[in-house]
């Protein structure tokens, strides 16, 4: 990668960074996808990065594809270098962005999977007596009573939750806060393990939630806990952070029908994100109307109002 290059991606990253305050899992992916292009450039022989055109562009997509690349992949690569040019355009290092006219496959929208929710609901009512089994039963509680993504449950202290009000306050992406319910047998659970954290933490540890070496606890180790959680409770489907939030949003969908409210309540910039839970609801009641229709059940499943 050329000099130039090299310094215009530094201070693009920074300003993701510190203007933009994006996390540095994310700013670590627009390294990794302007970096892939830039080497890319280099072999091609066609200049440094911020020299790209539309032609370069197209050219780069189509080589990816022929890679074996999913078009979601392609589709935000594309949109880091759509970010990296307007950052571009703003210092005036560029006269127009090339990739804005370029457009990557569309990717096939694949449903997310929900658990049941009289299963889950079993699982939780199982009894819990060891300390980090208690933390885990509060941590599931918690992510199916209020949606929360992974980095906002791991990220929570003590502070933000107010028991009482059964509330809790989340800080999302873009370093948004919202304000999100906690039903009351996530608050029960929560106060069981709020009772044995001093055992685990020591008086000065913000965090809600701490490992068993009494400091915030990690990312992974939630998901691997999660899905030895399950296990041990005889579950048959692979648990983990997103699938109870995809359920929750599902379940309080269908019960409710109320699609700001989810959008609000898992804190979605747009309700176009959200409106995926529309389809998971639509299964729902295709699945009730072909059992209970007369008219659309298959030959020969008998009609419940048929004597015979």
């Not at 109870?244 to 029908?257: C, D, K, N, V, W």
Request: net charge positive; aromatic share 6%; charged share 25%.
């Amino acid at each position: 990668m050329s000099n130039s290059a090299l310094l215009s991606l530094a201070r693009f990253l920074d300003h993701l960074a510190h203007e933009r305050r994006l996390s540095a899992h994310t700013v670590a992916a627009y390294r990794r996808d302007l970096s892939q292009i830039a080497r890319w450039l280099d072999r091609q022989v066609r200049g440094p990065l911020e020299r790209i055109d539309e032609a370069g562009i197209r050219s780069y997509l189509a080589w990816r594809h022929r890679q074996g690349l999913s078009a979601k992949t392609l589709q935000r690569e594309l949109s880091s270098l759509r970010t990296f040019f307007r950052w571009l355009l703003r210092e005036e290092q560029a006269e127009a962005n090339p990739a804005v006219g370029v457009r990557a496959p569309k990717s096939p929208r694949l449903l997310p999977k929900v658990f049941d929710a009289d299963r889950l609901g079993a699982l939780l009512d199982q009894p819990a007596d060891e300390p980090l089994a208690i933390r885990d039963s509060a941590m599931v509680e918690l992510f199916y009573s209020s949606g929360l993504r992974l980095s906002e449950l791991v990220g929570l202290n003590l502070d933000d939750l107010d028991i009482q009000a059964g509330e809790v306050r989340v800080l999302g992406k873009g370093n948004k806060e919202r304000l999100v319910p906690v039903g009351s047998k996530a608050c029960v659970a929560i106060r069981r393990w709020l009772e044995i954290r001093p055992s685990l933490a020591s008086s000065t540890e913000p965090a809600l939630f701490v490992s068993q070496r009494g400091r915030r606890i990690h990312p992974r180790t939630v998901e691997q806990r999660l899905a030895c959680w399950a296990i041990e409770r005889g579950a048959d489907q692979h648990l983990h952070p997103h699938l109870l939030r995809h359920s929750f949003a599902s379940h309080f969908l269908e019960s409710s029908g109320d699609l700001r409210a989810v959008q609000e309540l898992l804190g979605h910039a747009g309700i176009g994100t959200t409106q995926i839970y529309t389809h998971l609801d639509f299964q729902h009641l295709a699945q009730i109307y072909d059992q209970a229709h007369p008219r659309a059940r298959k030959k020969g499943t008998p009609d419940l109002d048929d004597p015979a």
